[in-house]
T-cell receptor, first 115, second 115 residues
Framework: KAGVTQTPRYLIKTRGQQVTLSCSPI?????VSWYQQTPGQGLQFLFE???????NKGNFPGRFSGRQFSNSRSEMNVSTLELGDSALYLC??????????????FGNGTRLTVT | AQKITQTQPGMFVQEKEAVTLDCTYD???????LFWYKQPSSGEMIFLIY??????QNATEGRYSLNFQKARKSANLVISASQLGDSAMYFC????????????FGEGTQLTVNP
């Protein structure tokens, strides 16, 4: 089975621009979550989608948004980029949303640099 | 709310020796799951092992075992027979029954295996 696929791997954007990141979950996985990883804040939860509905949202400003399509693929969008948005963005999928023992499987991440 | 604490920013171990990575947690959820992930320099988060709060036995997966002490709220990862390829960042994480697929991560421990 193919793993979680994130595109692109690397991205360089200018402050004020917007960006869209893509994530294709493992086949059959309907839950997709997004995390931001920075040296200062560590791994922080952005949001979770299941069956095209946002189930959970972290403590991020409204500039961060996401969506999930009927094939479970997900995108996240960051508008009006700030220097502090530079981070590794990780997408994860799981087979059973909310099941305590259902592990999240992560992609390789998209490394975003804002200049 | 959940909180994970990893008190060892860095650990060193000789090849073929065992090493224990510490993790303590705090949660108000009566039921929860604990996970360990490995993150090599490539960035991908690799799922290693899972322990449920009501599991009677400590989890084991190959060279990985989880030393779960519920009363002390600790979930330490033990890696036996360390290999050079084990050098990576290791994260302890948890999710409670009210978290959906939202994982709370610790700060991580950078493990270096010396030849």
């Amino acid at each position: 089975k193919a793993g979680v696929t994130q595109t692109p791997r690397y991205l360089i954007k200018t402050r004020g621009q917007q960006v869209t990141l893509s994530c294709s979950p493992i086949s059959g996985h309907r839950s997709v979550s997004w995390y931001q990883q920075t040296p200062g804040q560590g791994l922080q939860f952005l949001f979770e989608y299941f069956s095209e509905t946002q189930r959970n949202k972290g403590n991020f400003p409204g500039r961060f948004s996401g969506r999930q399509f009927s094939n479970s693929r997900s995108e996240m969008n960051v508008s009006t980029l700030e220097l502090g948005d530079s981070a590794l963005y990780l997408c994860a999928s799981s087979e059973l949303a909310g099941r305590r023992g259902s592990p999240l499987h992560f992609g390789n991440g998209t490394r975003l640099t804002v200049t | 709310a959940q909180k994970i604490t990893q008190t060892q920013p860095g650990m060193f171990v000789q090849e073929k020796e065992a090493v224990t990575l510490d993790c303590t947690y705090d949660t108000s959820d009566p039921s929860y799951g604990l996970f360990w992930y490995k993150q090599p320099s490539s960035g991908e988060m690799i799922f290693l092992i899972y322990q449920g709060s009501y599991d009677q036995q400590n989890a084991t997966e190959g060279r990985y075992s989880l030393n779960f002490q519920k009363a002390r709220k600790s979930a330490n990862l033990v890696i036996s027979a360390s290999q050079l390829g084990d050098s990576a960042m290791y994260f302890c994480a948890m999710k409670g029954e009210t978290s959906g697929s939202r994982l709370t991560f610790g700060e991580g421990t950078q493990l270096t295996v010396n030849p």
